[in-house]
């Protein structure tokens, strides 16, 4: 066998030469024979009865096949976790944009106007928008108390460590909103006949996920749904659980009409009516000693989950873990809750939660810095959690972190304490303001506590007639390299090259369950059963006489080849097992939350221009630990990326709510970052050794959205001596803070004796 | 042109050959490529102009074709990101994109390289701030832009055509 080669060396992408010439097929560039075109008639009000629907006779609706709740041959569902939001409103509306009803038609153009010519009449009922208002329970319109789900972490006895403290140090941190904003929007097509049943193709991330949804929504068995994943143009937990909705409503007009029907979204459809970023509020009270060491907290954090459950909870849940940032508290109480108000459902954005908590985490560590009067690097030092050391959930760090190097490596490759010196002395002008700014922190890989053991994701192997192997999985390529990395680990496991391994199109009639695409997990638990089912190949040719150790790719190709010719099908499967020695209570919140965290120390470089208030970000170190790093062109490709989209988090992407709706559902007045507006990204990789994933890897794609936004609001509190709890932090937010409270003031010390 | 319930002919060389539509002269030029032609490179991404996903080259200049009135190009050269590779041969610049990770999800690709194409054929030399600018009105939401302007470097190292 060869040496290890293809891991660690930036093969090309396996698609890349069909996205660079145009012949990448996404679901918008697919049509079938006879095929409607479908669009969906959506709520006006945020809340109400539907008392009355009316067609406008100048419209030929005999045209048209319409679909309401009426239509639907199973449950009125969409099946996640709680089966609480229907695919079509019957009676009521619990957000802006609710699905009601659907028409198809041959010509896509008539749509628009046979959408607007359905009038629906509403009784309204009271509804809410904020947290606030959830919270105050002026008006139940979920449940019996507007809760989606709550969690308790409990660490040591917090209330004894108060009355010992130097300080306290209190502080109230939110976030806004955030559209995923994958370039392709939405869109699915499905068919349907009586012996096949449905079929669905669609931009998506979770194949069966849709084949769930669809299975109880249209009352078929598991061998007449079939779920096909084509080219998809971005997901960024986008096309989570949303393709899920878009999947329901193409099939039940497909059932209705016999003939195939496409869906796709326009962007203002796609972004009015679909998930976004949880917005959150977290409160932080901490005590501290005087030379800087965290003795205990109290950390409250809540999210809006908008008018349905779906993966709130879960979202929750990572958040809640990821609330105590990188750090060793003696003691400490979590307390979480996700609320119901009257907006489209928020839902998966990479970072999941982790993002929202972790800017909390590292906007208060500045805050106890300065309220000490030690600097954001000492404060951090003294308290980053070490070997052996427990989290907030009890989980004992095994892995061999040192944060405290991490730390000190970013602070040299920034030239960090030369530049916070020289940019305040040197860069400060009636015009402008520099700041330097730091965040650490930590991103779990992988379903949180019990959640891998429940999915027991199953992966395999194809040996084909030419001697080659094909990897099935319902792992979905949306631009991260899962095809790629996976390709790479099959043939590094088998000594092939990295040609002779292909992926298999996701399609749940031909694919087994290996989980879906999210919580950075294709590469750790996806790739290390990968590596397992390719291994199982290798030791059935082994085992059959036909390969012996050693072997060269020409004797496996001839070996799997002449074991196909005399079995036909040759396929190797691998099913997930917990590690031993893994203990997680999904009642008291206790035990390893996470297989393996990465780490990472993001350092951001900022002028404040004082005569637009505008902000740019100059320079940006990014340095992790993610174990091993498979693919570096990828790897740093995610960690840039990520970053940009942090960067747009805190700086430009804001969401205009009026009573639930968004009112800026266009590229032209939602911003994002452009190529003109970001800094060259610095990325960094340290590599201390891991067992975890495939050939030592951990998770990647969700980390490098956690750090942007704490260390680039960090760096413009250093400018302006001002402190910004809030984002998206938008030129007028400075505009106004500036103005009210002038500048070179400390940060606010609320709570500190 | 004659008319055809409102239909008019519009003559176009797209990626070199003739090419003969009957549409709505208001119908956009992407819906024209994407549709009659179907050429499936060029993509909607916000049907506004803002993300450059449908971007080509109408007589050279980088045009979103989501904002085009077909009518409008009619007689004009129209190149789509399927006129770059010659045969199975990459452009260079497509080359580039694969070697340098430029495109991740692809979907802003087509648009990416026309721009870069563009930019390229007037700046064949651009400094980074000249391809970050010159990039700025293509959207792209995987990247982060930076192996983007690497591959537009790699690019202009080697010439625009092989």
């Known amino acids: 066998m060869q040496a290890e080669s293809i891991i660690g060396t930036s093969v090309p992408r396996k698609e890349g030469r069909d996205k660079v010439t145009g012949r990448a097929r996404y679901i918008d560039d697919i049509s079938l024979p006879g095929m409607l075109y479908g669009a969906t008639v959506r709520s006006s009000v945020p809340r109400g009865k539907i008392k009355n629907i009316t067609f406008d006779p100048g419209v030929p609706w005999n045209e048209f096949v319409v679909v309401s709740a009426k239509d639907i041959p199973g449950t009125n569902c969409i099946a996640l976790i709680s089966d609480d939001q229907p695919c079509l409103a019957d009676g009521l509306v619990n957000h802006p944009e609710e699905p009601i009803l659907l028409l198809a038609h041959p010509n896509p153009h008539i749509l628009p106007k046979a959408v607007a010519a359905i009038r629906i009449e509403y009784d309204p009922l009271p509804s809410l928008f904020t947290i606030e208002e959830s919270e105050s329970q002026a008006e139940v319109i979920w449940g019996t108390d507007n809760t989606f789900k709550r969690f308790l972490i409990e660490k040591g006895d917090v209330d004894q460590v108060w009355a010992a403290a130097d300080y306290i140090v209190e502080g109230e941190y939110t976030t806004g909103a955030q559209e995923q904003l994958y370039i392709e929007n939405n869109g699915v097509i499905a068919s349907f006949d009586r012996e096949r049943g449905v079929t669905l193709w669609g931009s998506l991330q979770c194949p069966y996920y849709v084949h769930k949804a669809l299975m109880k929504l249209c009352h078929l068995p598991e061998d007449k749904v079939r779920v096909v994943q084509m080219e998809t143009g971005g997901a960024f937990g986008g096309k989570e659980e949303y393709p899920s909705m878009i999947a329901g409503h193409a099939a039940l007009l497909a059932m209705k009409s016999g003939k195939p029907v496409k869906i796709v979204y326009d962007r203002m459809e796609d972004m009015a009516a679909t998930t976004k970023r949880h917005p959150s509020r977290t409160r932080h009270r901490t005590a501290v000693s005087r030379d800087g060491k965290i003795l205990g907290g109290e950390v409250e954090f809540v999210i809006d989950g908008g008018a349905y459950a779906t993966l709130s909870a879960v979202v929750l849940s990572r958040g809640t873990i990821h609330a105590a940032g990188p750090y060793f508290w003696p003691s400490i109480r979590v307390r979480a809750r996700a609320v119901a108000t009257n907006a489209p459902p928020h839902g998966a954005f990479r970072g999941f939660g982790a993002p929202q908590t972790l800017f909390a985490m590292e906007r208060h560590m500045d805050r106890i810095a300065a309220i000490l009067g030690i600097s954001p690097v000492e404060i951090r030092r003294r308290n980053f959690l070490k070997p052996g050391q427990t989290t907030a959930t009890g989980q004992t760090i095994r892995e061999p972190i040192d944060m405290g190097r991490l730390l000190e490596r970013a602070l040299s490759l920034a030239n960090y304490s030369e530049k916070k010196d020289s940019l305040r002395r040197d860069h400060q002008s009636a015009t402008r303001r520099q700041g330097i700014g730091i965040a650490t922190f930590l991103h779990g890989a992988g379903f949180t506590g019990s959640g891998e053991r429940y999915l027991a994701s199953v992966v395999g192997i194809e040996g084909c007639a030419d001697g080659r192997v094909r990897v099935l999985v319902s792992s979905t390529e949306f631009g991260q390299g899962t095809k790629t990395v996976l390709s790479q680990i099959a043939a590094e496991t088998l000594g092939l090259d990295y040609s002779d391994v292909e992926v298999a199109q996701p399609d749940t009639e031909t694919v087994p369950n290996s989980g879906p695409t999210v919580a950075s997990r294709t590469v750790m638990v996806v790739g290390k059963l990968v590596h397992s089912a390719a291994s199982g190949i290798r030791e059935t040719l082994i085992a059959a006489g036909l390969l012996s150790e050693g072997y060269s790719r020409d004797a496996f190709l001839k070996a799997c080849a002449a074991y196909v010719a005399a079995h036909g099908e040759f396929k190797s499967w691998a099913r997930y097992e917990a590690p031993p020695g893994i203990f997680w209570d999904d009642e008291k919140y206790r035990g390893e939350a996470y297989a393996a965290y990465a780490w990472a120390v993001y350092i951001a470089q900022v002028t404040v221009d004082l005569s637009t208030y505008s902000v740019s970000v100059d320079d940006f170190v990014a340095l992790q630990e993610v174990g091993r790093v498979l693919h570096p062109v990828l790897a740093r490709g995610q960690i840039v990326g990520g970053v940009a989209q942090g960067i747009g988090f805190a700086l430009y992407e804001k969401v205009v709510w009026q009573n639930g709706r968004m009112q800026n559902s266009q590229m032209t007045n939602y911003i994002m970052p452009t190529s003109a507006d970001l800094p060259v990204i610095r990325v960094y990789f340290e590599e201390l050794g891991n067992v975890h994933g495939a050939f030592g890897a951990k998770g990647i794609g969700e980390l490098p959205m956690d750090g942007p936004a704490p260390a680039v609001v960090n760096a413009i509190a250093d400018a302006l001596g001002t402190g910004f709890d809030s984002i998206p932090l938008l030129p007028e937010d400075i505009f106004s803070a500036v103005t009210a409270g002038g500048l070179d003031t400390p940060p606010a010390s609320q709570g500190a004796r | ?162």
Do not use: W
Request: net charge negative; proline share 3%; charged share 20%.
């Open chain 2, 1 to 162: 042109m004659t008319a055809d319930h409102g239909r008019c002919e519009v003559a176009m060389t797209v990626n070199g050959k003739a090419a003969k539509v009957c549409a709505h002269p208001m119908e956009r030029l992407l819906d024209v490529l994407r549709r009659d032609l179907g050429l499936t490179g060029a993509k909607e991404g916000c049907g506004e102009g803002e993300c450059g996903a449908c971007a080509v080259l109408i007589d050279g200049e980088l045009a979103n074709s989501c904002l085009i009135p077909v009518l409008q190009a009619n007689g004009a050269s129209v190149v789509t990101i399927e006129g770059l590779a010659r045969e199975d041969r990459l452009a260079t610049l497509q080359q580039a994109f694969v070697d340098c990770g430029g495109a991740q999800c692809g979907i802003c690709t087509p648009g990416m390289i026309m721009a870069a194409t563009c930019l390229l054929r007037k700046h064949p030399q651009p400094a980074l701030d000249a391809i970050r600018e010159g990039l700025s009105g293509n959207l792209c939401r995987c990247t982060g832009y930076a192996q983007i302007c690497e591959a537009v470097a790699e690019a202009s190292a080697h010439g625009e055509e092989r």
